[in-house]
Each structure stands twice: as C-alpha cells, then as structure tokens.
C-alpha cells in the first residue's frame, strides 16, 4: 500500500487548504453566531466545482477521486465545521442518487446538484427511529404512477434549504428511497433545531402530508431502501471522518498557537512537559487518524470495498476530533472557556460528530460485527 498522494492529489490539496483558509474560515465565526452558512459561500464553493466534487463530468461534477474528495472534506472540516456539515449533506445525498440512480434520475438532479442550484438533503431518521431505521413509520401508499408520502423524518440537515431530497419511507415491499423535489406539494419543513453547535447547519423535521411523488422518483429498488442508504453511509463515514480529522487540526493549531504565546510562571507554557504532552497526544490522534482514512480512501480509490475502514475512520474520527478539542480547551485555560476563543465553537461542533452519520455506539457494532464474523458469531445491534 502506498499512501503518497501523487502529483494532481497535492496540487489538488494545496488548493483547497488555499481556498479553505481565504473564503471560509475567516467566516467561521460569524456562520456560528449568525447561525447560516451564507448562500454566497456555497456559490463561491459552487464555482470552484466543490458541490459537485465527486461527481463524473457528464453531470458537471470535478470528478475527484476518493483521496483528493478526503482532503477537499478535510480542508473544510479544518476552516469551519458547520459549512462543511452543510457540505457533507449535500455530497452525501448526491452520492445516493449517482450510485443508486436512473439514467434519468442522474441528468435531471445531479447537475443542478454539482452547480449548486439545488442543496442536497437525507432524511432517513425520525423521532422514534434513529439508530434502528428499519423501525421507520413514515408510509409511502402507492396511488396510480404516484406514491403518497406521509409521516414525519427528524435531524435533516440542510433542510428548508435543500431543493433535492432523499426520502426514505415505508412502501408495502418495505423500506424504499425517493427522491422528493423540495416544492413537492405536502412537503413542509419544521422549525429550525437549536443546536449545541454546528450552527451554521440547517436542521429541521420534514413533514410529509400525502406528498405526492412520481413512482420515476423511487431511488433504486422498491423495498431495498435500506441497502440505498446503508451502502450511501460507507461514503458518509468516510466523508465525516475526514471532516473531523480536518476539525482536530484545527483544535491542534489553536492549542499551539495560544502554548506558544501565553506565558506563566516567566516562560512560555509550550515549554510546560504537561502541555507539551497534551500537543503529542492530540497530534498522534490526528496522524492515527489521517491513516485510517489514507487506507478506505485508497481502498475506495482501488474499486475495493472499504465499508469498514470508513466506519473504524469515523468511529476514531468522533473520539479524536472530540478528545483534541477538550485538551485544546485545557491548553488554553480560563480562555478556553470564554465564546470568543475559537476552540470553545470547535469543542461544540466536535461534539455532534459521534452521533451524526450513526453513533458511536453503533459503528463500535459493527466493528464487532466484522471482529466476531471470523469466529462465526453474529452480531447485532
Ligand atoms: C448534527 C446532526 C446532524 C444530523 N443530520 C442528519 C441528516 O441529515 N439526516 C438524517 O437522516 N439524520 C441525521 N442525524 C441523525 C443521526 O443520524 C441520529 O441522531 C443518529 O443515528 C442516532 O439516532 P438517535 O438520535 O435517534 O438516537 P437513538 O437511536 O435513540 O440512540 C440513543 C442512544 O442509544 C444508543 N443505542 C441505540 N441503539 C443501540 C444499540 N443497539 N446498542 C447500543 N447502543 C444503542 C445510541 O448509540 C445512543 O447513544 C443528525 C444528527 C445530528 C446530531
């Protein structure tokens, strides 16, 4: 396995952090506090062929492989966590619709997607269906060439922002994904979630009131909804767990830059063992994860399945990117505490991260899953 990004990757790499570091996270705080990631910075990131990153050419997309889409999610997750949530929402619904879609599917909503006309979203959970969703509620009764959509799905990011989504409901061969335009009568969007952080992500509830959607929307097959958004969450992990390796960097750099300033007891506390300790930890987290994400990417980039490394990333992703941020947090004392130091918005949207995209305790199962397959015992959530 070699892991050296080759010519284009680092051009590509370079130019992201560039962007990243100019457009976006100079705008970070005031995407938290404003609570909106402006519709001119998605435009910006639009142009630059981001919304479309992984997309072919045929649908307008940059076609960036596996690698380079990590460092592209990595750069963002390092400028501002909320935006590149928005992002990874997005990415993740049009990866749904590129893998699982119709020809006709894919010329009529990818484009618009990868230029930025129309935001993705992904509404799987619901209020009484997060971790398990095969115990979804929300029905899809077919009605002539139509399907009527009724029930209420929870924690869609970007919703209310979205012009695209992908529903998943109940038809009576079972689970099954749609693709729901956003003006789709019976379609409406609840208030907006006050979060812990990640604030400059939407999240709301979709209600669907008999929404009425063409059976030419149902993504994939009838009744395999739940393979549609199993198989689109080896890509969300992967996506997430570079977000937070991005975000750890972050937490590290600031952790650094105040070490390196502050003084006590005459000298500066970058030369304190104890501080300095925290700054190795929390740099051999960052580089224990960048490697898990080297490896699914390299796995994706070789057509091989990567399914597991994705969710080991993600897993250590969660933990690395929320252990960084509390350390960052120590380094900085008394100032670590007070909003206008970034590390404190850092170690709120750090917290999201194990239970965004499934949580913590679930992908530890399905670890073990893969662990005990050996050993002939099935395990479950
Ligand atoms: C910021 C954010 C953005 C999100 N965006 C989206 C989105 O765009 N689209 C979308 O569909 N969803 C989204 N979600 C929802 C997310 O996927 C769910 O929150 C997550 O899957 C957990 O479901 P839940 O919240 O219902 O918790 P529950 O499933 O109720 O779990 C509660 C607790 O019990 C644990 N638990 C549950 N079952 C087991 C088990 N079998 N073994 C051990 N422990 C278990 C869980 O790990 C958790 O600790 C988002 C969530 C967040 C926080």
Same mark, same amino acid.
């Given at each position: 396995m070699d892991f050296t990004l080759n010519e284009e990757q680092q051009m590509f790499g370079q130019m992201f952090g560039d962007f990243m570091a100019k457009e976006v996270a100079p705008r970070a705080e005031a995407i938290d506090a404003e609570g909106e990631t402006p519709s001119e910075l998605l435009e910006q990131a639009a142009m630059q062929g981001f919304l479309g990153a992984i997309l072919p050419e045929d649908y307008m *997309?940059?076609?960036?492989?596996m690698t380079s889409y990590t460092l592209l999610a990595e750069a963002w997750g390092r400028a501002d966590l909320s935006s590149a949530t928005v992002f990874h929402a997005h990415m993740m619904t049009a990866m749904a619709i590129l893998a699982h879609g119709t020809e006709d599917q894919k010329a009529t909503y990818l484009e618009a997607m990868a230029m930025g006309e129309k935001l993705g979203a992904f509404a799987l959970t619901e209020p009484a269906a *997060?971790?398990?969703? @095969? *115990?979804? +509620? #929300?029905e899809a009764k077919p009605d002539g060439s139509d399907y009527l959509l009724n029930g209420v799905k929870s924690w869609v990011t970007n919703a209310g922002r979205a012009g695209t989504y992908v529903v998943f409901a109940r038809a009576p061969e079972g689970v099954t994904g749609f693709i729901v335009d956003?003006? #789709?009568?019976g379609l409406k969007v609840g208030g907006r979630e006050k979060t +812990?952080? +990640?604030?400059g992500a939407e999240i709301r509830a979709l209600y669907l009131d008999h929404a009425r959607v063409p @059976?030419?929307? $149902? +993504?994939? %097959? $009838?009744?395999h909804g739940l393979r549609v958004a199993l198989s689109t969450m080896d890509f969300a992990h992967l996506s997430l767990a570079a977000l937070t390796l991005g975000g750890a960097e972050q937490a590290l750099d600031l952790g650094v830059q105040f070490a390196s300033e502050r003084k006590q007891f005459g000298v500066l506390?970058? %030369? %304190?063992q104890a501080i300095q300790n925290y700054l190795a930890d929390a740099k051999l987290k960052i580089e224990a994860l960048r490697h898990l994400i080297e490896h699914a990417s390299w796995l994706a980039v070789q057509g091989k399945p990567y399914s597991f490394e994705a969710t080991m990333a993600k897993l250590y992703g969660g933990q690395a990117i929320y252990e960084t941020a509390n350390t960052m947090i120590q380094v900085h004392g008394?100032?670590?505490?007070?909003?206008?130091?970034p590390i404190s918005r850092l170690y709120r949207d750090a917290r999201a991260m194990s239970i965004i995209g499934g949580s913590a305790e679930i992908q530890r199962v399905l670890v073990a899953r893969h662990v005990l397959a050996e050993a002939g015992i099935e395990v479950k959530p």
């Open positions: *997309g940059a076609a960036l492989d *997060g971790s398990d969703p @095969a *115990g979804m +509620l #929300t956003a003006d #789709t009568p +812990l952080g +990640l604030r @059976a030419a929307n $149902v +993504l994939g %097959k $009838v009744g506390i970058a %030369k %304190k008394g100032y670590g505490y007070i909003v206008d130091y």
